[in-house]
């Protein structure tokens, strides 16, 4: 069973609290294989991959991967064909729907790679909705998400709908919707694809902070100058850990290649 935290407490995103270096993000030998026989794809091939609190690690790797298959395990969107994702020590293929929905809500904040926002409902609403579907009234909850867009910087969307935005505005409102609530755990698939590059820079501040506030933070790019602001980074290559590398590593820096 998952434990209701307590939404309203600051010490929810480790903030004077002791907890900062217990995993937020366990992946235990985790494969995700698509089809069968011929046709068979091996998304992900046994990785394994902890995520400490307070930590902000950056994926990358060419298209295909595995990188948004992923971030979809990691984040309860899609299930292993074997091996185990813990989410705060929670296993979460011993939860029932309802509770990784649940899980889901309170705990992971996720930007998709096509931002999948809701369309028809305003940034504000769009953004508001997950805190109002785990039972906060309407007005904390809309509190909470203009106080979202105003850190993201898109106060004055607000009451813009996805399809009256530009493709950079619905980005970061989907950053906002990810950050919005005490979430542990961020999942962001890049999150810095269409934007400029100064506002690209903004959303790493954004996530650098989360993570100095004890979330765990995972993003893929493709840009190893974005990675350069987590604490490491992971290559995928077909599916497999091929490389990693703290930031201050100097071929890191200057080429985005792993030895
Ligand atoms: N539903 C699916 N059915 C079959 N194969 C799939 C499915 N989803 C993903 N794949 C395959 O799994 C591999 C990994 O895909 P994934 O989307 O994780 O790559 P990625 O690293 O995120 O790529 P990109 O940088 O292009 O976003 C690819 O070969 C992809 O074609
Ligand atoms: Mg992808």
């Known amino acids: ?33 698509h089809g069968a026989g011929a046709r068979e794809v091996r998304a992900l091939d046994t990785v394994s991959l902890t995520i400490g609190a307070g930590e902000f690690v950056a994926i990358m790797g060419p298209s295909g991967s595995g990188k948004s298959t992923l971030l979809n395990l990691a984040g309860g969107l899609d299930v292993p064909s074997s091996g185990g ?32 926002l809701l369309p028809g409902l305003t940034a504000a609403e769009n953004v508001a909705f997950p805190l109002e579907l785990d039972g906060r009234g309407w007005r904390p909850a809309f509190s909470a998400a203009r ?9 004055d969307l607000a009451d813009r709908r996805p399809e009256e935005m530009s493709g950079g505005q619905a980005q970061r409102v989907a950053i906002a919707r990810a950050l919005v609530g005490p ?12 934007l400029d590059s100064g506002t690209g820079v903004a959303v790493l501040e954004l996530l650098r902070d989360r993570a100095d506030r004890g979330a765990g933070v995972v993003m893929v790019t493709h ?8 604490d490491r980074t992971v290559y995928l290559r077909d599916g497999r850990i091929s490389g990693a590398t703290g930031p201050s590593d100097p071929e890191t820096l200057l080429t985005g290649v792993s030895k």
Not at 2 to 29: M, Q
Not at 147 to 155: D, F, M, T
């Open 85 to 116: 994702v813990l989410v705060e020590g929670v296993s979460l293929e011993r939860l029932r729907p309802k509770q990784l929905a649940e899980l889901r809500r309170r705990s992971v904040g996720y930007v998709f790679q096509d931002f999948n």
């Open 1 to 33: 069973m998952t434990t209701r935290r307590d939404l309203n407490s600051a010490s929810v995103l480790g903030e004077g609290s002791d907890d900062v270096g217990t995993p937020i993000l366990e992946l235990r030998a985790v494969s995700r294989v």
């Open 223 to 230: 840009e190893s100058r974005f990675a350069a602001w987590a």
């Open 147 to 155: 106080s979202a867009l105003a850190e993201c910087g898109i106060a």
């Open 183 to 194: 979430r542990r755990l961020l999942l962001a698939d890049e999150p810095t694809g269409a």
